[in-house]
């Protein structure tokens, strides 16, 4: 199974989409899929796996999910309780704010904070929860209604939503806020996905990985694709597309080095995969930053 580019329709000046108490089954569900966005999900009821960069966590009512752009993510539902969940989907510019009033405080913050303890499901006490709660229905309420000023309010509610998720962060030093994978996995598997993230410069195969995990190259294709939804080669591919997107974002190496130091043997084979992808070539996402 490829990852797939998720796209999304928007008016330039409203960079919004939303899913709302949608149950989806397996059938229905995105491939593994990377976009630009910012996701977030909350969990009402239901049962499933995410995968999100290179964790599992199995899905609980009451879950957040906050999903940075350029992760690589899929949801496994269980097809006899599949889990009834509303995402949000926006750029980064959607809850941008210009003016800091004076602290050193941003609504992208939590999503930060996510990308560096490497762990993507949020839990909040009762009292917050219900408050989010509340403004997913109120966003919700806004889109159905289009009144004027809708978006501004929808922009708000989102930032609102941030602003608790950030608060809570704060008061509990990040402790209580951030919960880990899934720990049902083999260790060797779990081992080669943080493998693979440390050493995307080097040469990486089936091969290699599997004799480091200690087991045959047929038990280990098996067991990666079936928990990953994806083989090897495709996985690392795309691990390496997204490292290539991060440096052409935040730092002025040029495509070349780009291409090297994220372990593509030529520049052809990296604009092949790099647009495959994206729909861009490196040139031409580097140009649209």
């Not at 960069?53 to 999910?65: L, N, R, T, V």
């Not at 926006?90 to 996510?114: I, N």
Request: a negative charge; aromatic letters at 14%; glycine letters at 4%.
């Amino acid at each position: 199974m490829n990852t797939y580019r998720k796209t999304f329709k928007f008016d330039a000046e409203f960079p919004f989409e939303y899913k709302y108490r949608d149950a989806t089954s397996a059938q229905f569900e995105l491939p593994n899929h990377v976009h630009d966005w910012y996701e977030f999900v909350y969990i009402y009821s239901g049962r499933g796996t995410f995968f999100i960069d290179h964790s599992f966590y199995d899905a609980e009512a009451g879950d957040i999910y906050l999903i940075p752009g350029n992760t690589i993510h899929h949801s496994y539902p269980v097809e006899d309780d599949p889990k009834r969940a509303t995402a949000f989907y926006f750029s980064a510019a959607f809850v941008h704010d210009t003016s800091s009033v004076g602290e050193p405080f941003h609504y992208l913050q939590p999503f930060e904070t996510a990308q560096s303890k490497q762990s993507f499901r949020f839990t909040v006490p009762e009292a917050y929860r219900n408050q989010i709660v509340d403004l997913i229905e109120q966003i919700h309420h806004e889109y159905s209604e289009e009144k004027v000023g809708y978006r501004q309010v929808i922009r708000m509610h989102i930032q609102h939503i941030l602003l608790l998720l950030n608060r809570h962060a704060e008061e509990t030093w990040g402790e209580s806020l951030l919960r880990h994978q899934a720990a049902a996995l083999p260790q060797w598997i779990e081992q080669t996905l943080s493998y693979i993230d440390s050493h995307l410069e080097e040469e990486l195969g089936l091969a290699i990985f599997a004799r480091n995990s200690a087991v045959t190259p047929a038990h280990f294709s098996r067991v990666f694709k079936r928990l990953t939804g994806m083989n090897v080669t495709e996985y690392v591919t795309a691990k390496r597309v997204m490292r290539a997107k991060e440096m052409l974002r935040l730092n002025d190496r040029n495509i070349a080095q780009i291409a090297e130091a994220c372990g593509f043997g030529s520049i052809p084979h990296f604009h092949r995969k790099f647009k495959a992808l994206t729909g861009m070539t490196p040139a031409q996402y580097k140009h649209s930053l």
